[in-house]
């Protein structure tokens, strides 16, 4: 069965500094990879995807996220945090099957500090 | 938030009353999801459809029903709501080509008293 865990809880960074937001996964099959962000009272927002070619992946924001197939694991990262980056962020694979559902890791919350 | 609209965004009822969601897209995409949001354990699937009047259950689906008599519109249904499904609930549309990113809409806080 598919799955993805996100082994952090919680991750605080100071801004300017490197950020990393920890996905591990296990699937059948090749694995169809998205990070989402989630403002408070907010609904998700897509960052990115990785579906096949470069093992690293831009999107939005200026976040990207490395694909490592032996660890099975897409990390998300951005360089330089900014305060506003503060948000709920979920990692998610796509389900086995047709009908394209994603399955989500729990959640991990970034909090960035001045 | 893609065109995706939820009605209502809030709302508070008594165990055993029937509760109905409704999710509402502008741009025509074949599938669209129903999610809750709980705390500890991300979003998790109730159910889905791939079209008008075809739908099929996902990982939560116990308690819940939904129906999409059109396109734009995919109603989820707590026949009898109970505490344990008060949530965060979040409709989702993709175009259902293979791989593509679901887009959410901004969700519907429901409290089961």
């Known amino acids: 069965a598919q799955s993805v865990a996100q082994p952090e809880d919680q991750v605080n960074v100071a801004e300017g500094n490197p950020l990393t937001v920890k996905c591990t996964y296990s699937?059948?099959?090749?694995?169809?990879l998205f990070w989402y962000v989630q403002y408070p009272n907010r609904g998700l927002q897509f960052l990115l995807k990785?579906?096949?070619?470069?093992?690293l992946v831009k999107g939005s924001y200026g976040f990207e996220a490395e694909f490592n197939k032996s660890q099975t694991s897409f990390h998300l990262k951005k360089p330089s945090a900014l305060v506003s980056d503060s948000a709920l962020y979920f990692c998610?694979?796509?389900?086995?099957?047709?009908?394209?559902?994603?399955?989500f890791g729990k959640g991990t919350k970034l909090s960035v500090k001045p | 938030d893609a065109g995706i609209t939820q009605s209502p965004r809030h709302k508070v009822t008594e165990t055993g009353t029937p509760v109905t969601l409704r999710c509402h897209q502008t741009?025509?995409?074949?599938?669209m999801y129903w999610y809750r949001q709980d705390p500890g354990h991300g979003l998790r699937l109730i159910h889905y459809?791939?079209?008008?009047?075809?739908?099929d259950k996902g990982e939560v689906s116990d308690g819940y029903s939904v129906s999409r008599s059109k396109t734009e519109d995919f109603l989820l249904t707590l026949e009898s709501a109970t505490s344990s499904q008060t949530s965060v609930y979040f409709c989702?549309?993709?175009?259902?080509?293979?791989?593509?990113?679901?887009?959410f809409g901004p969700g519907t806080r429901l409290t089961v008293l």
């Open positions: 699937v059948s099959g090749n694995p169809y």
């Open positions: 989702a549309i993709s175009s259902g080509r293979d791989y593509n990113e679901q887009f």
């Open positions: 741009e025509n995409h074949r599938y």
């Open positions: 998610a694979v796509r389900g086995a099957g047709s009908q394209g559902n994603l399955i």
């Open positions: 459809s791939y079209g008008v009047k075809d739908t």
């Open positions: 990785y579906i096949t070619g470069d093992n």
